[in-house]
């Protein structure tokens, strides 16, 4: 980091330091090193997450979209999307798909079977909660740059850093989710535990693509050898619908080229720091930012610079979307209720990815902050009360991230 640092600074005024040329990775590039074979495949890949998909073809018959680049791909193919792009989620008594639907997405077009009364046939915005009865929530697309590293960081570290009963007495917890069969790292929750899934559900749920799974245990990622994944249900099984296409409409190959190129898109590279974005990354750590958007995690691939711990924390009410999501770590006064808490987001190329939080509510770095409640409600209130001076000075740094 250091050397890449002083590398970039400095714009080749002395004399005495050779510059050493410095790789330039670009957002959607894939990571570095990779054979021709899995440059070919990255490829492949690519061109499946761009593919738009015909009925014919197995879309639907009920759907959010037509591609996984519908949603991901702002600023460039694998980023996230502008707010007409979020999809809702709706459960029933905070835990049962409302009937027929394979999830708790709810697909806003097609349809000739499948829980049709539940498509949003009178437009994306008409859906309300029941109090009590019917939970709705939001969704705004997440970019997808270097989230592949997530699954080389493993769960000893992840769990290093909760601390579900606040014993340290700061005001943060923190804790694991779990998605049955693993430790959770992705998702707005940390509600699922690998990639492969995480690309088989978005499949079924968003653009109703059936397939099959490809590696087992959902391809469960960090289990120390001979560590029985627990009981686990639909993950490891092929998804199936009714629309006269056979199943599995992506081929195992297809599926795998996909995996591959989220898995190898490389993380968003950080600028060098200017002195004014030394001073905000010091105040962000002053100020206890750093208490969740860990600088740092140690990974089997080397440092994985995200800013998150991967952990879900409780963002106080405004924030919450009342909607339980995997089975996270039992804690005594909150035993299986994530309706509050969400997962730490990383930070690396925010300043590229707007509208921020969970559906999008906020346009600008400053406003999600000053959204932060719950367990970081004592970092938003030293946010607050920074002068204008420290307070551009962080979201410099945030910026260079
Ligand atoms: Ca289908
Ligand atoms: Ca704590
Ligand atoms: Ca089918």
Redesign the pocket.
């Known amino acids: 980091m250091l050397l890449a640092l002083s590398a970039c600074s400095g714009g080749g005024t002395s004399a005495t330091v050779t510059p050493q040329p410095q790789p330039v990775i670009a957002l959607g590039d894939p990571v570095q090193g990779l054979t021709a074979a899995e440059l070919a495949t990255f490829q492949r890949g690519r061109a499946l997450f761009a593919k738009r998909f015909a009925?014919s073809e197995?879309?639907?018959?009920l759907y959010n979209a037509t591609s996984c680049e519908s949603c991901h791909s702002d600023p460039v193919l694998g980023g996230g999307a502008d707010l007409y792009r979020n999809f809702f989620m709706s459960a029933f008594n905070g835990t049962d798909p409302l009937s027929g639907l394979p999830s708790v997405v709810i697909p806003a077009f097609g349809g000739t079977s499948l829980a049709q009364p539940h498509s949003l046939t009178r437009g994306r915005y008409s859906m309300s909660n029941v109090p009590g009865l019917v939970t709705i929530a939001q969704r705004n697309s997440i970019p997808l740059f270097g989230v592949g590293l997530f699954e080389f960081i493993s769960n000893e570290t992840i769990l290093s850093n909760a601390d579900p009963e606040d014993l340290d007495a700061d005001g943060v917890s923190g804790r694991l989710n779990n998605d049955a069969a693993g430790v959770g790292r992705f998702g707005l929750k940390s509600q699922s535990n690998n990639i492969e899934l995480f690309t088989r559900a978005p499949l079924?749920n968003q653009?109703?693509?059936?397939s099959n799974p490809f590696q087992g245990s959902a391809g469960t990622v960090s289990l120390e050898p001979g560590v029985a994944p627990q009981a686990s249900g639909s993950p490891n099984s092929p998804t199936t619908?009714g629309?006269g296409?056979p199943?599995p409409?992506i081929s195992s190959e297809q599926l795998a080229d996909l995996i591959f190129f989220t898995r190898r898109l490389a993380p968003p590279q950080p600028r060098a720091l200017a002195a004014r974005e030394s001073r905000g990354r010091a105040t962000f750590s002053a100020i206890g930012c750093a208490a969740c958007h860990l600088p740092e995690l140690t990974s089997s691939r080397g440092p994985v610079r995200a800013y998150t711990d991967l952990l879900i924390h409780d963002m106080g009410d405004e924030l919450a979307d009342h909607m339980g999501l995997g089975r996270p770590q039992i804690t005594r006064n909150d035993p299986d209720h994530t309706g509050r808490e969400f997962r730490t987001s990383p930070l690396w190329g925010v300043s590229r990815f707007a509208p921020y939080l969970h559906d999008g509510r906020a346009e600008t770095i400053d406003e999600a902050i000053l959204m932060h409640g719950g367990e970081s409600l004592g970092a938003r209130q030293r946010y607050e009360s920074l002068d204008a001076a420290e307070r551009a000075d962080l979201l410099a740094f945030l910026e260079a991230l």
């Open positions: 009925p197995g879309l639907g018959p079924m653009m109703g693509i059936t619908d629309d296409v199943d409409e």
